[in-house]
């Protein structure tokens, strides 16, 4: 049975890898993603998870390690934040073209400079193309359930990729938050024990992580293409699967109040929250908005986020980083993109919002859906906008 | 004496003759790498991963759909074979200790090339060592970045010329004394640490024997002749690698729990010059230079002398 727990998000994290029994944990402290790690070494330490948790000397290391582990057939798991996964990068895309399902929680955090620890989602838009499966938790329990389901998306037979599982640093990391926390009899029943296809053991001798030239190049991209793609039609039996175990529906993009609504919200993480509240709070106002809370970011849902727009007219999207010198936030380029073939498609806004840490509270949200409002009648003259700069 | 006299006669009876690093790679001819590799592969026997840092050993034997390996292999990247290992020995331990794997030892090795090595796997390096994995770890020291096309090392040795660090008008090749990564290692406190080179073989293949057989984190440093990058003919790769131990410029030796021991101590210890003549990455030195590198070698080999007559085992100085 589900237990209702009151417990910071980070170590709600720890306990829901805990009940997915990794092997193999290799971590390096960096805030605000420390309290995942630190608490699985307690888990550790008190014998309650039998696993090698082992101290790396650097981010790099950390993800070496859980490819050595994973690739020796070992449930690997590995958490970081912001510098910390940007000293991943040269590892991150060799985890998943070795189709090594390492699962790794994102506390997601600014990258410097200036040097900065709060949130943002620049430290995950910088490894977008690497080939990762990606979701985003809203609050604490989709941090739990999302834990969870990555293990059992990530070893799936027709998968074999690793995955991230990106919580905002602080915003959600070091927040108390009531959630429901499944039992072990439950995970296990949900999630079967890892069975590798290869693994490094003289029993059966493979070469893993071998030089791929010329010739070969364009295929092994194109079928990293195609499996990550492909790995859609697996996250979603997941999740359905879910909702059948514990009752939470899970959705590439979650709808609220979205149908027949002129101005809908997209936002990615944490902010959704904040926004849902803006968003309710208008519509008593009379205002016809919605909202969409993107989740999946890779596999990227197209066609869902096609549906989610039918009949809107204004489409405001929030980033919580830029693409410096380039289309504005990253979300926006890829919803963007995603309409280009619509014959009646949305004027689509871009608001870059929250950057560093940086608050915003709901009247921030009135302001982008009144904006929205406007852009009804009048189509902005800019693109995008970092919002609340000041002086400008 | 010469520790590998007879060795045609007792080579067939003491070397496994199973081929774990086969034939048909793509190493340069004369390449002292491959040689010891295949020699590693043969001590160290089927119970084992490898891990490999990228390099020339990693190209050579594994371009897709091929593989010279015959014993379970991971490349990863280039600065973390150490890492990589730490994380192979770390799932065979637990999925040993959880029944999902046979009851029986397997071990990992990890190797790399000097730059993987000395200079940017050094940090990976250090942190499997001070964690005390049970991973030997393997450099197989050609001193340079010979796959990118023999760019200086921290292991290139002084006046050697690089493509980086070229000998020319205003310069006599690399000014740098090379970095003693065995002692570095040593100071890890770990219970192996060894000199090899595989113009000794049995020499080397003892000590890999020996490490495979310790529990924990051991280093075995074989230096690793590269015809193409010290421009030398290619049928000189043993002549170097034997007169590199004779001139006392690479000492055969290992540090077992604390304790020095000479693994091999030539009966005359030739001048340095007989092992730089030979080597067109030296040609250029002028006699001063060789004087000073002379004199340099004569020291750290009179340093090692010291500290193998004078330093005691762990057991020697408990209590």
Known sequence: MSKRIGMEIALAAAEAVALCKPDVVAAYPITPNTHVPEHLSDIVAEGRLDAEFICVESEHSALSACCGASGAGARSFTATSSQGLAYMSEIIPIAS????????????????????????????MYQRDSGWISMFAANGQETIDMAIQAFKIAEHRDVMLPVNVNLDGFQLTHVVEPMEMPDQK????????????????????????????PEIFNETAKSKDEILKDSRRVILEVWKEWEEKFGRKYEPIEACEARGSDVLLMTLGSMGETAEVAVEEARKDGISVGLLKLKLWRPFPFEELRKAVKGCKVLAVLDRAVSYGGPGGPVFSEVRSAFYDMQERPVVINE????????????DFRKIIEKSVQAIKTKPEEEYEIFGVRGS | MSIVENFDLYAPRLIDKEEYFSAGHRACQGCGEALAIRLMCKALGKDTVVVNATGCMEVISTMYPTTAWNLPWIHV??????????????????????GRIPDRDVKTVAIGGDGGTFDIGFQALSGTMERGHDVLYVCFDNEAYMNTGIQ???????????????AGVASSGKGQWKKNITEIMVAHNVPYVATACHSYPIDFMNKVK??????????????SVCPTGWRVPSAHAIKMGRLAVETGIFPLYEVEE???????RPERIRPVEDYIKGQGRFRHLSPDEL?????RITLEYNKLLDKVDNLHSWGELQD
């Not at chain 1, 870059?352 to 009247?363: F, Y």
Request: glycine share 10%; charged share 20%; with cysteine.
């Open chain 2, 258 to 264: 604390g304790k020095y021991r000479m693994t091999y």
């Open chain 2, 152 to 166: 200086r090392s921290g292991a290139t040795p002084f006046g050697a010329s690089t493509t980086t660090a070229p």
């Open chain 2, 291 to 295: 004087t000073a590198i002379q004199k």
């Open chain 1, 352 to 363: 870059i919002i929250g950057l560093g840490g940086r608050d915003v509270p709901v009247s």
């Open chain 1, 186 to 213: 439950e995970v296990d029943s949900f999630l079967p024990p890892f069975k590798p296809i290869a693994t490094l053991h003289p029993d059966k001798i493979v070469s893993m992580g071998t030089l791929g030239l």
């Open chain 2, 77 to 98: 990247a280039f600065p973390n074979a150490a890492a990589v290992a730490a994380g192979v020995e770390a799932g065979l331990k637990v999925m040993r200790r959880k």
């Open chain 2, 210 to 223: 020996k490490a495979r057989s310790i529990k924990g984190p051991s280093f075995i440093h074989c230096l």
């Open chain 1, 97 to 124: 073209s070795m189709r090594l399902p390492v699962v790794m929680i994102v506390g997601n955090r600014a990258l410097s400079g200036p040097i900065n620890i709060w949130n943002d989602q620049s430290d995950i």
